[in-house]
Nanobody
Framework: QAQMVESGGGSVQAGASLRLSCING????????MGWFRQVPGKEREGVAS????????YYSDSVKGRFAVSRDAANDTVYLQMNNLEPDDTAMYYCAVGRTLTASVCSGLRTSDFISWGQGTQVTVSS
C-alpha cells in the first residue's frame, strides 16, 4: 500500500519550533483529507491535526490548538505541520496519513480508523 513519507523531526528545547513535512509516497487516488497523528510507547496513537483539502479547513486537538498549524502545498503534493512553542509533552513519533473520507466531519474527527497510507513516522523529542 502506498505510504506517506514524513520528515523534519528532531530534538529541541521547550519553546522551540519544528516544521514536519509529509510527501505523497505514491497514493494515487484523489485525496480529500490529510491528518497528522502522534504516538508515544505504550499509548494509543492520537490525532493532532487534519486538513480538509476541498476547502482548506483545518482541525486540531485541544492539546495543540493555538500552537500547531497544518497546511498544504498542492504544487508539491506536500502537507506540513508547523509546531511552535513545543512542550515536553509533545515528545512522540509523528505520523501523517490519508483520510478515507469525502466529508469534513470525518476528517475533523481524527480517528485513526478513518485514515490509511500511514508513513513510517518522524521522531520529535522536546526537552525541558
Amino acid at each position: 500500500q502506498a505510504q506517506m513519507v514524513e520528515s523534519g523531526g528532531g530534538s529541541v528545547q521547550a519553546g522551540a519550533s519544528l516544521r514536519l513535512s509529509c510527501i505523497n509516497g505514491g497514493h494515487q487516488f484523489r485525496i480529500f483529507c490529510m491528518g497528522w497523528f502522534r504516538q508515544v510507547p505504550g499509548k494509543e496513537r492520537e490525532g493532532v491535526a487534519s486538513i480538509y483539502i476541498r476547502n482548506g479547513d483545518t482541525y486540531y486537538s485541544d492539546s495543540v490548538k493555538g500552537r500547531f498549524a497544518v497546511s498544504r502545498d498542492a504544487a508539491n503534493d506536500t502537507v506540513y505541520l508547523q509546531m511552535n512553542n513545543l512542550e515536553p509533552d509533545d515528545t512522540a513519533m509523528y505520523y501523517c496519513a490519508v483520510g478515507r473520507t469525502l466529508t469534513a466531519s470525518v476528517c475533523s474527527g481524527l480517528r485513526t480508523s478513518d485514515f490509511i497510507s500511514w508513513g513510517q513516522g518522524t521522531q520529535v523529542t522536546v526537552s525541558s
